[in-house]
């Protein structure tokens, strides 16, 4: 079967603490470290399929606070302009074209349009500027680490997915009983691949239609 084509990557992750190995949502980790982490319960990677209550995540985030290092790190709203900014460096330097991101106290999402970088090298870059930025401000002690290291790649195939993924991404904060939010580093979608101008016959057009065509016979 014919590999999905990939035009952009819904990126996920979180302030330190918010997204351990065994967390009853699964993880993309397939082994613990900590052994008094591990007593909380096993690895699962990926997410799970049938997910967990939020007063079961919850409890599950009160025991890992009673075993980590360091406090879990919750961003105020204060604080997500300058969270905003260190995205924007990283953005900025490795030249990302970013279509939605919302700072949320807890976890970051971002749309990222396809890049030469893999999304996990996505995702260790954009934490790694990020993270240089919140310390550099001095908002955050340095010895307390800032995000949890690595995070949820989504693989977005048609613009109209990338469509739909920007409208969650712009609810999140807004359902959170937070303000709506408008970064200048977040990119109009345009469409593209197949925006204004496009070649009808560039590799993502063909392979779109080949998809599209593919799902039409299969539904009939």
């Not at 993270?131 to 693989?155: A, E, I, N, Y």
């Not at 925006?195 to 593919?214: D, K, M, T």
Request: charged share 25%; aromatic share 10%; with cysteine.
């Amino acid at each position: 079967m014919p590999q999905p084509l990939v035009i952009a990557y819904h990126l996920v992750w979180t302030a330190y603490g918010w997204w351990l190995p065994n967390d009853p949502r699964g993880s993309m980790s397939h082994w613990i470290a900590d052994e008094e982490i591990e007593r909380l319960g096993e690895a699962h990677y990926g997410r799970k399929p049938i997910q967990p209550s939020r007063s079961t995540v919850r409890q599950f985030h009160q025991q890992a606070a009673e075993t980590l290092q360091y406090p879990l790190l919750k961003f105020e709203p204060a604080e997500f302009e300058i969270v905003a900014a260190g995205l924007a460096r990283s953005i900025e330097a490795q030249r990302y074209t970013c279509y939605a991101a919302a700072v949320m106290p807890e976890h970051i999402h971002l749309v990222i349009r396809k890049h030469r970088d893999k999304a996990e090298e996505m995702i260790a870059k954009l934490q790694s500027v990020s993270r240089l930025h919140v310390m550099q401000t001095g908002l955050h002690d340095t010895s307390h680490p800032v995000w949890t290291t690595g995070g949820h790649k989504g693989f977005i195939d048609n613009p109209d997915r990338v469509r739909t993924t920007i409208r969650y991404i712009e609810r999140n904060p807004v359902e959170d009983g937070l303000p709506a939010q408008h970064w200048p580093f977040v990119s109009e979608y345009d469409g593209w691949p197949l925006h204004a101008g496009h070649s009808p016959n560039s590799p993502y057009a063909r392979g779109l239609r080949e998809a599209r065509q593919r799902r039409g016979s299969e539904g009939g």
